[in-house]
């Protein structure tokens, strides 16, 4: 059973960068398109960037020109490189395939961009 664990959140300050990983176990990570999502409370998780096993990605146009999703299939991890922050990405972020499997959330890791 495959399972994610994010990792690099923390508190920022607008106009700031951070970069998240994403750590699968499991044998299968190759073929799953993968996703970063972000969630405020009571709202919807919101797909922020997806990429394939072959390396296309696709972006929110909230964060397109700021993020860059990437993922080194050697060592099942999946990156979130993050850059002009602002407030409205404060958020916790996970991982997960795209479209997600119900049972692959992990506990997120929180960002937080504040002067």
């Known amino acids: 059973q495959v399972q994610f664990v994010e990792s690099g959140g923390g508190l920022v300050q607008p106009g700031g960068s951070l970069r998240l990983s994403c750590a699968a176990s499991?044998?299968?990570?190759?073929?799953?398109?993968m996703g970063w999502y972000r969630q405020t409370p009571g709202n919807q998780r919101e797909l922020v960037a997806d990429?394939?096993?072959?390396?296309?990605?696709t972006y929110a146009d909230s964060v397109k020109g700021r993020f860059t999703i990437s993922r080194d299939n050697a060592k099942n991890t999946v990156y979130l490189q993050m850059n002009s922050l602002n407030a409205a990405d404060t958020a916790v972020y996970y991982c997960n395939s795209a479209p997600p499997l119900r049972n692959g959330w992990g506990q997120g890791t929180q960002v937080t961009v504040s002067s």
């Open positions: 990429v394939t096993g072959g390396g296309i990605t």
């Open positions: 499991g044998s299968i990570f190759r073929i799953y398109k």
